[in-house]
């Protein structure tokens, strides 16, 4: 029932761009916080950016000024824009939804792969 698929990512030199989408299904999407996390190979998994029910946005310092989290609430899609793309922003993104009350634990995507590289 509830599914989160993302799509967009894929190779890109260093100072590149490259955005994120992920569509969400099987909930109410406009009542939940949308989050991206990034995982790099040999680190643990981190939130690089989230974005509440209200459109508030956090993100890492790592991201900070480079990336912009946005959510289309008409077509349940999330979107993660990511410029100035360095080799350590290469990681697995997945899509996360949380709903305090009707999904503590949350739903995640399956993830799509970017690799900055020259």
């Not at 350590?88 to 949380?98: F, G, I, M």
């Amino acid at each position: 029932q509830v599914q989160l698929v993302e799509s967009g990512g894929g190779l890109v030199q260093p100072g590149g761009s490259l955005r994120l989408s992920c569509a969400a299904s099987g909930f109410t999407f406009s009542s939940y916080a949308m989050s991206w996390y990034r995982q790099a190979p040999g680190k643990e998994r981190e939130l690089a950016a989230s974005i509440s029910s209200a459109g508030n946005t956090n993100y890492a310092d790592s991201v900070k000024g480079r990336f912009t989290i946005s959510r289309d609430n008409a077509k349940n899609t999330v979107y993660l824009q990511m410029n100035s793309l360095k080799p350590e922003d290469t990681a697995v993104y997945s899509c996360n939804a949380r709903h305090p009350q009707t999904a503590p634990r949350g739903y995640w995507g399956q993830g799509t792969q970017v690799t900055v590289s020259s």
